[in-house]
């Protein structure tokens, strides 16, 4: 274990996207294997001191910040071993898995597989993210509306707890019973946990431990932020790559038009995928990006027309040597839309679709800069809501908005009732004022059903938010939950609950 104390050295990890200012640790504890780990907790235990786990400091919520005691970094344990691929009987390649140790930089997994014929599918935006840091938070992206989350992509978890246990779960082998108990097995022996008791919205959601009657063990450590174990190694399932891709952003000059046309192409690739159709529309994303969040990035993109509303952005994964229908199934939908083709910015392969990667990093990291220069906390929703009410979700915005004078735009995947609204206040004053909006925002998605975080998950930012799904009795649920993990309560202390429930 390095161990690494001097201030301007560990100054480096006080920091992530959040924008929270004012965190500090003791000391910076990197390890050099996973024996390093085990050891460590099991004496951070013992003494009571806080452990603040990090991957690459990228995530939006302050998670990865420590106010205090030990920062665990995972940063050395990145090895990506060979894809291990399990053959069907009649040799015909089904499934192939890769194991991963948790530091590994997502993309370098993504590049590796891909030069094999693979695809690791879940594409969060940030490409330096530490895979660890992804299961942590669930996190998912623009390809989440055809493959989902990280989660859908985890078969197996070795995880180490706070007194240095350490088990090894795979999918399908622990469950939750009547109860919501689960009894699973460590170096140590046997442990049981029981299950919070609220329930989860059924649309995508990073809010709160993940649980669902009869849940599979492996589902719980999924988006634990940090607090309940270490996750030292992945098995990743993987499928096999497109043969080619192409895709589009479409601007219109009329709100509704944009509407109309996400709702036709949620549709058809929902039809698509039901009725496993091979000829048909299947988008692999579809993105929304409003008037401002275009007029931000006006000047560096020509290709904008002027006086646009709406920037919609789709994908289409090819398999099969049938890249021609789709192609035409797609200007179909398109000119039946009445949209000019004019009005098309078009990607035809990898390399031309990664100029719409940079085109949408580039709006959070703009975002992101704005925040620092001011020095004012990120107040940027996450939300989702169920199908059919994120049209009511949107006016809701739009009419807070207009009631401040504030500089405000807003993305995200639409094809997933997700956005991202952000507020970005100058200065204290303007920060309060939209503190409320954004509660009230809250309040409205969680009235209508939908979860106030979709995939950033929670942290130490969003604590009152979280309140406004669950409650109090949620917080002393996810404490007791917590606890049954981590007797010494030193694991990510104030992620997702604060900490005056533990
Ligand atoms: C420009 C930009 C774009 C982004 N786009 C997306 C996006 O499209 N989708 C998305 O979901 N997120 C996005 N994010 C947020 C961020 O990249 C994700 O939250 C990511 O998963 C964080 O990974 P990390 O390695 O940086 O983890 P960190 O920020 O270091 O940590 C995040 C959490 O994971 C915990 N953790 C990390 N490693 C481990 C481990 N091994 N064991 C247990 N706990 C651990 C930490 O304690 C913390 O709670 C974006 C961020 C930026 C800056």
Request: glycine share 8%; with cysteine.
């Amino acid at each position: 274990m390095i161990i690494k104390k001097d201030k301007d050295v560990i100054k480096n990890y006080f920091e992530d996207n959040s924008g929270i200012v004012g965190a500090y640790a003791d000391f910076v504890a990197i390890a050099e294997n996973e024996n390093d780990v085990c050891e460590f907790l099991s004496e951070m235990s013992k003494s009571s001191i806080p452990v603040t786990i990090v991957g690459k400091l990228t995530g939006n919520t302050a998670s990865g910040l420590a106010f205090g005691g030990s920062i665990l970094s995972l940063e050395g344990l990145n090895k990506i071993s060979e894809i291990e691929k399990i053959e069907k009987e009649n040799i015909q390649t089904e499934n192939a898995y890769i194991s991963v140790q948790v530091g590994a930089r997502v993309d370098d997994i993504k590049l590796k597989v891909a030069k094999e014929g693979w695809m690791y599918p879940p594409d969060p935006t940030e490409k330096n993210a530490s895979i660890g840091g992804n299961i942590s938070t669930n996190a998912s992206g623009a390809r989440g509306f055809k493959f989902g989350a990280t989660r859908n992509y985890v078969q197996a978890l070795k995880v180490v707890f706070s007194d240095g246990s350490y088990s090894f779960i795979e999918r399908g082998k622990y469950f939750a019973d009547e109860n919501g108990s689960i009894t699973f097995d460590t170096n140590q022996g046997k442990r049981y946990i029981t299950l919070p008791r609220y329930h989860l919205p059924k649309i995508k959601n990073a809010a709160g431990y993940h649980n669902y009657p009869g849940a599979d063990l492996i589902d719980i450590f999924i988006g634990s932020e940090g607090t309940i174990c270490v996750i030292l190694e992945a098995v990743l399932k993987l499928i096999p790559h497109f043969k080619s891709i192409f895709g589009g952003i479409i601007f219109f000059q009329d709100r509704k038009d944009a509407y109309e046309f996400v709702d036709k192409v949620k549709n058809l690739s929902k039809d698509t995928q039901k009725r496993k159709l091979k000829n048909s529309i299947s988008a692999m994303s579809l993105e929304y990006f409003d008037k401002n969040a275009l007029l931000l990035m006006e000047n560096d993109y020509p290709v904008i027309p002027k006086n646009v509303e709406v920037g919609i952005m789709f994908e289409q994964d090819v398999y099969e040597n049938n890249r021609d229908i789709l192609t035409e199934k797609w200007i179909e939908v398109i000119e039946d839309s009445d949209i000019n083709l004019e009005n098309v910015w078009a990607a035809s392969n990898v390399a031309e679709l990664e100029q719409f990667r940079i085109f949408r990093h580039k709006i959070p990291e703009r975002v992101n800069e704005m925040i620092k220069k001011n020095k004012i906390p990120k107040l940027g929703t996450d939300f989702a809501v169920p199908e059919g009410k994120l049209l009511e979700i949107i006016d809701y915005c739009d009419k807070k908005f207009k009631a401040i004078d504030v500089f405000n735009l807003t993305f995200g995947h639409i094809g997933e009732n997700h956005l991202h609204a952000n507020i970005l206040a100058a200065n204290i004053e303007e920060y309060n004022k939209c503190k409320q909006i954004y509660v009230d925002i809250v309040e409205k998605v969680v009235e209508i059903g939908g979860t106030v975080s979709a995939e950033h998950g929670i942290g130490k930012a969003r604590h009152i938010f979280l309140e406004k799904m669950f409650g109090e009795e949620g917080f002393q649920e996810m404490a007791k939950f917590k606890k049954s993990f981590d007797k010494s309560c030193i694991l990510g202390q104030d992620n997702i609950f604060p900490k005056k429930y533990l």
